[in-house]
């Protein structure tokens, strides 16, 4: 499984990829808005921390908007993934940047349908929103469960991308249902080490050595 981080902030890019664990990135228009920097300025330093997928997404919702955002956005660098709306319009530029070799986010997905539609396009990457599905009293998780078995059933080859991640145990379940990527928040991602028997083994560990001679 890969491990995208969910974040336009330089600090938290550049702490976690020195983990080894860090794929990819994820940001969208409301991750940038917090940073105080243009979405070019961000996507370009974030190029220069992480080696690896980097979904930057357009704001444009009508066709030539979208595709004309999407080649300019895919200069900045080759690992830049194009993150479009599940829309019709999103669609169609899903098929045209397939067709031009440029990589694509489907996002704001929410029913398997969409997701089926995604990949029918070519997506590289379909982004469930598992957590605002939670939010609204649905299973977020059965959402990738089913784009899972239809994607298994037809030998598609778009990712699926969990994206909206709340908490640890949707890393855990999304990983057990077999997404192929988790988009990850700084907070949560941190929180995937910690467990209270591995810091107290560690104390007893240490106050033993010290005692042994
Ligand atoms: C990532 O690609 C999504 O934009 C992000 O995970 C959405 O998360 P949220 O529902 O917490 O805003």
Do not use: C
Not at 25 to 53: M, Y
Not at 89 to 100: C, H, I, S, V
Not at 128 to 157: C, H, K, S
């Amino acid at each position: 499984m890969e491990f995208f981080i969910d974040t336009a902030n330089l600090e938290e890019i550049k702490s976690l990829s020195t983990w080894g664990v860090v794929d990819g990135v994820t940001t969208n228009p409301s991750l940038i808005a917090k940073e105080g920097k243009s979405q070019k300025e961000i996507i370009t330093a974030i190029t220069e921390i992480i080696d690896g997928p980097i979904s930057a997404e357009v704001i444009a919702t009508d066709f030539d908007g979208m595709i004309s955002e999407g080649q300019e956005l895919a200069k900045i660098h080759s690992n830049i993934v194009i993150k479009v709306p599940l829309t019709i319009a999103g669609l169609q530029a899903t098929k045209w940047f397939t067709e031009n070799n440029i990589k694509t986010n489907v996002t704001l997905a929410f029913s398997a349908n969409q997701a089926l539609l995604a990949a029918k396009n070519g997506a590289t990457y379909v982004s469930p929103f598992i957590g605002r599905l939670d939010d609204i009293g649905q299973t977020g998780m059965d959402l990738i469960r089913e784009i899972r078995a239809i994607y298994d059933n037809y030998g598609f080859t778009t990712k699926i991308l969990a994206a909206s991640i709340r908490h640890t145990d949707h890393v855990k379940e999304a990983a057990i249902v077999g997404a192929d990527v988790s988009t990850i928040p700084y907070k949560v991602l941190t929180q995937l080490v910690k467990h209270p028997l591995t810091d107290s083994g560690l104390e007893q560990f240490l106050a033993d050595h010290a005692k042994s001679k």
